[in-house]
């Protein structure tokens, strides 16, 4: 698309400008519907794709790449129009997948919302609006002059989770939330605000208007009129009895930090540290391979079941919590060895070369055995299991 520059007003008070660059440079002629258009299409993009995850900062990006570093405020869109074109988004790239699991994320919502029943939580965000997409967070907020009080109730359910005290600048002002962030069968975020708080009417960052929020009673309401023919108690208890995976991955990947093995094939020391080296090689081979990356996480977990038996022992532990491809990865890994080392039959190297993963099952060999360094900087468990849950939610 040609542009040619316009020349700048004498009211600089009227424009953005960027405070990183010393050299600015004039904005792009474009009429102010289509100008406020494509800012809140790229704005839109950076969200979607995780880049940014404040609206503010994510239009104000979008107009200094589209204006070259100016852009008057009347041509800055809405929150309510980005939110719109990330709904574009998600209906382009997900189809109808995108809310196929919003009813399931109300429903983890409630419970979780009792568990804190004590703390007045309120389920806000797009779960409750419905906007919701790929990767999209349970957001709530809860009420208590003691974080600790709301860590305790999750580390009593068995619960692992971060808090987070994140700075925000916004129009000059700078203002710290507190966040506490876990997994259970969905991503959940939990903002703390003060006790005193609960009856706060908050704005919406997109309406302007008071923010869409509903209480455990206003959520079970809405649930019974949303799904009329939702069991909702029955719904609750189904959704406490399911496991989420990383977390089974977690429990059998932290014993092996005290594994140890002959310094002459594991210098590197124990198993924990060697299987997050393997993880982050093969990372580096197959960075949206989940299926091959999980097999190098945890080819090994079971060295700390039983070391005789070590592969026969992860894959029973792992269960049903990993594909069909990756227990094959993880069952053939020592084979892959013997083939590596020319030490197998023929007849077993043929049925391994018949498999469509031979490859990947070849590179993850070569993955185990280069991921054996004494100072090698390797990730560590929960930057390897987000990178995962992040593939999920992208991928599925």
Same mark, same amino acid.
């Given at each position: 698309?040609?542009?040619?520059?316009?020349?700048?007003?004498?009211?600089?008070?009227?424009?953005?400008?960027?405070?990183?660059?010393?050299?600015?440079?004039?904005?792009?002629?474009?009429?102010?519907?289509?100008?406020?258009?494509?800012?809140?299409?790229e704005a839109a993009r950076l969200m979607y794709t995780r880049q940014e995850s404040e609206? $503010?900062?994510?239009?104000? +990006?979008?107009?200094? +790449?589209?204006?070259?570093?100016?852009? +008057?405020?009347?041509?800055?869109?809405?929150?309510?129009?980005?939110?719109?074109?990330?709904?574009?988004?998600?209906?382009?790239?997900?189809?109808?997948?995108?809310?196929?699991?919003?009813?399931?994320?109300?429903?983890?919502? =409630?419970?979780?919302?009792?568990?804190? %029943?004590?703390?007045?939580?309120?389920?806000?965000?797009?779960?409750?609006?419905?906007?919701?997409?790929?990767?999209?967070?349970?957001?709530?907020?809860?009420?208590?002059?003691?974080?600790?009080?709301?860590?305790?109730?999750?580390?009593?359910?068995?619960?692992?989770?971060?808090?987070?005290?994140?700075?925000?600048?916004?129009?000059?002002?700078?203002?710290?939330?507190?966040?506490?962030?876990?997994?259970?069968?969905?991503?959940?975020?939990?903002?703390?605000?003060?006790?005193?708080?609960?009856?706060?009417?908050? %704005?919406?960052?997109?309406?302007?208007?008071?923010?869409?929020?509903?209480?455990?009673?206003?959520?079970?309401?809405?649930?019974?009129?949303? $799904?009329?023919?939702?069991?909702?108690?029955?719904?609750?208890?189904?959704?406490?009895?399911?496991?989420?995976?990383?977390?089974?991955?977690?429990?059998?990947?932290?014993? =092996?930090?005290?594994?140890?093995?002959?310094?002459?094939?594991?210098?590197?020391?124990?198993? =924990?540290?060697?299987?997050?080296?393997?993880?982050?090689?093969?990372?580096?081979?197959?960075?949206?391979?989940?299926e091959f990356l999980t097999a190098a996480l945890l080819h090994d977990v079971g060295k700390?079941?039983?070391?005789?038996?070590?592969?026969?022992?992860?894959?029973?532990?792992?269960?049903? $919590?990993?594909?069909?491809?990756?227990?094959?990865?993880?069952?053939?890994?020592?084979?892959?060895?013997?083939?590596?080392?020319?030490?197998?039959?023929?007849?077993?190297?043929?049925?391994?070369?018949?498999?469509?993963?031979?490859?990947?099952?070849?590179?993850?060999?070569?993955?185990?055995?280069?991921?054996?360094?004494?100072? $090698?900087?390797?990730?560590?468990?929960?930057?390897?299991?987000?990178?995962?849950?992040?593939?999920?939610?992208?991928?599925?």
């Amino acid at each position: 698309m040609s542009v040619q520059p316009y020349s700048l007003t004498s009211q600089a008070s009227n424009l953005i400008r960027d405070p990183r660059r010393e050299n600015m440079v004039a904005p792009v002629e474009m009429s102010g519907d289509k100008l406020r258009r494509e800012i809140a299409f790229e704005a839109a993009r950076l969200m979607y794709t995780r880049q940014e995850s404040e609206y $503010y900062r994510a239009k104000l +990006k979008a107009g200094r +790449k589209l204006c070259r570093g100016w852009v +008057k405020p009347r041509d800055l869109p809405s929150n309510a129009e980005i939110r719109d074109a990330i709904q574009s988004f998600a209906r382009l790239h997900e189809g109808d997948e995108r809310t196929a699991n919003l009813r399931e994320m109300r429903i983890a919502a =409630l419970r979780i919302m009792r568990l804190l %029943k004590r703390f007045r939580p309120r389920l806000i965000g797009s779960v409750m609006t419905g906007h919701v997409r790929r990767g999209s967070d349970i957001d709530l907020h809860v009420f208590s002059d003691s974080i600790e009080a709301v860590s305790a109730v999750l580390r009593d359910e068995g619960i692992a989770h971060d808090v987070e005290r994140k700075q925000v600048r916004k129009h000059g002002e700078e203002r710290i939330f507190t966040h506490i962030h876990f997994h259970d069968e969905f991503p959940f975020e939990l903002t703390i605000y003060a006790s005193n708080q609960a009856h706060y009417v908050f %704005k919406s960052s997109v309406t302007g208007k008071a923010i869409e929020r509903a209480s455990i009673a206003e959520l079970e309401q809405f649930l019974h009129e949303e $799904y009329p023919d939702l069991n909702l108690e029955n719904a609750v208890a189904a959704a406490e009895e399911r496991v989420d995976r990383f977390q089974i991955y977690e429990m059998l990947l932290v014993p =092996l930090e005290k594994v140890k093995q002959s310094r002459k094939y594991h210098p590197e020391g124990d198993m =924990l540290f060697h299987s997050l080296q393997v993880f982050d090689l093969a990372r580096d081979e197959r960075p949206y391979d989940e299926e091959f990356l999980t097999a190098a996480l945890l080819h090994d977990v079971g060295k700390a079941i039983d070391p005789d038996d070590h592969v026969y022992a992860g894959l029973e532990a792992l269960g049903d $919590y990993i594909t069909p491809r990756t227990a094959w990865l993880i069952e053939h890994h020592m084979a892959a060895h013997a083939v590596a080392d020319g030490t197998i039959g023929a007849r077993a190297r043929r049925r391994l070369e018949a498999s469509d993963d031979f490859e990947e099952l070849m590179l993850l060999e070569e993955c185990d055995a280069a991921g054996r360094e004494p100072a $090698y900087d390797a990730p560590d468990i929960d930057e390897a299991l987000d990178y995962l849950r992040e593939l999920d939610a992208m991928c599925g």
